[in-house]
């Protein structure tokens, strides 16, 4: 992953944020607050701003530049959970050309700031549900000498996999948990944005 792929990331994230804001809204007016989809776009659409004025000197500080913009322009959960995730990601991907393993490695500390901020593992009916599986099959794919699109393509499909596992579990984490079994039925919203995350980047991989 170079600095142009890191960036055509998270211009695709941002789009499909921008299409997707509805269904996210639904999702979450269902079991949460009805703001994840709202949130989520004003927070790609700042840091859209961010990095069009910001010159990275490596595809990790891309991801740090948009997860320190989410922490600071998005309330409720999204932004700490997000911003952690590529903030932390962005902070162990020092490499200038990181391979697919790299890119593993670095959303692998992704998930560990995202678990220690919201205690979530999977099961509890969040976006770990779809993180997680995601970067199972990103290591695996690196593992078995894939190439980036090849790798980016088995985390999306893993990603989307674990996000509709999530629609018969009782929510365990979060305002969902309050709803107790009527959380059933319904497809976790970080879940859904997590897998959109990781069909963008088969996207800007090619």
Request: hydrophobic share 45%; no cysteine.
């Amino acid at each position: 992953m170079d600095i142009k792929t890191a960036r055509a990331w998270v211009r695709a994230i941002a789009a499909s944020v921008e299409a997707g804001k509805d269904r996210l809204t639904r999702l979450d007016s269902a079991i949460g607050d009805a703001d994840h989809g709202n949130n989520l776009h004003r927070g790609f659409t700042a840091v859209d701003a961010a990095l069009a004025t910001h010159p990275a000197a490596t595809p990790g500080d891309v991801l740090v530049t948009t997860g320190s913009t989410l922490i600071s322009k998005v309330g409720g959960a999204s932004g700490p959970l997000y911003g952690s995730l590529f903030r932390a990601a962005g902070k162990r991907l020092t490499q200038s050309a990181p391979t697919p393993a790299d890119l593993a490695d670095a959303l692998d500390a992704g998930l560990a700031a995202v678990r220690k901020l919201g205690s979530a593992q999977v099961g509890d009916k969040t976006m770990v549900d779809a993180l997680t599986p995601a970067l199972e099959a990103l290591r695996a794919a690196a593992e078995s000498g894939a190439d980036l699109p090849a790798a980016a393509h088995a985390a999306a499909k893993a990603a989307a996999d674990g996000a509709a596992s999530t629609i018969p579990l009782q929510a365990r984490k979060g305002r969902a948990s309050y709803l107790g079994q009527r959380s059933q039925g319904h497809e976790d919203p970080g879940a859904a944005s997590t897998a959109m995350i990781f069909t963008a980047l088969a996207e800007a991989a090619g």
